[in-house]
């Protein structure tokens, strides 16, 4: 087996080493959620409300949750503070830039709304993580984002 002291030689301490399991961890999330854009078809629009939606489903899964959205913030702080948030941050800035120029989403800080909209979307996981029902939490936490999101929109659905 590992003994702590290989571990630590490897990863510095304790908090380099859940830093290291959220990396692999985040990298998973972050392949699915492409695949949930993808498999969405239809306009960005709808890929990118995909993508936000199964990061919000994936708060149901035990491992997701302990990790990512429990230990992590009690060790490591703030979530939206973690290295692997600026990537994502940039990612969904661009997509926003992107339907912006496309005429989907009004003109306006594109950062600003990838602030806001990343946001959301961790502070429901945040919220589904800790609840005691959380599957009643997530139908609650989608819908009430879904109709946050497409306040973005220039004409809103129908």
Request: proline share 4%; net charge negative.
């Amino acid at each position: 087996g590992l003994t702590r002291g290989a571990l630590y030689h490897n990863f510095g301490d304790k908090k380099g080493l859940l830093q290291a399991v959220i990396d692999q961890i985040d990298s998973e999330m972050l392949r699915r959620m492409r695949a949930a854009a993808d498999h969405a078809g239809g306009t960005l629009w709808d890929g990118f409300l995909a993508e936000a939606v199964a990061y919000i489903e994936m708060s149901l899964e035990p491992e997701i949750q302990r990790i990512m959205l429990l230990d992590g913030p009690a060790v490591l702080g703030d979530p939206s503070r973690w290295p692997n948030q600026n990537a994502c941050l940039r990612t969904t800035a661009d997509t926003i830039s992107a339907l912006i120029a496309e005429g989907t989403v009004k003109s306006m800080d594109a950062e600003a709304a990838a602030r806001l909209i990343n946001g959301a979307a961790l502070n429901a996981a945040l919220w589904i993580a800790a609840a005691d029902d959380p599957p009643a939490v997530l139908e609650k936490a989608v819908e009430a984002f879904r109709h946050l999101a497409s306040g973005l929109l220039t004409k809103q659905p129908v």
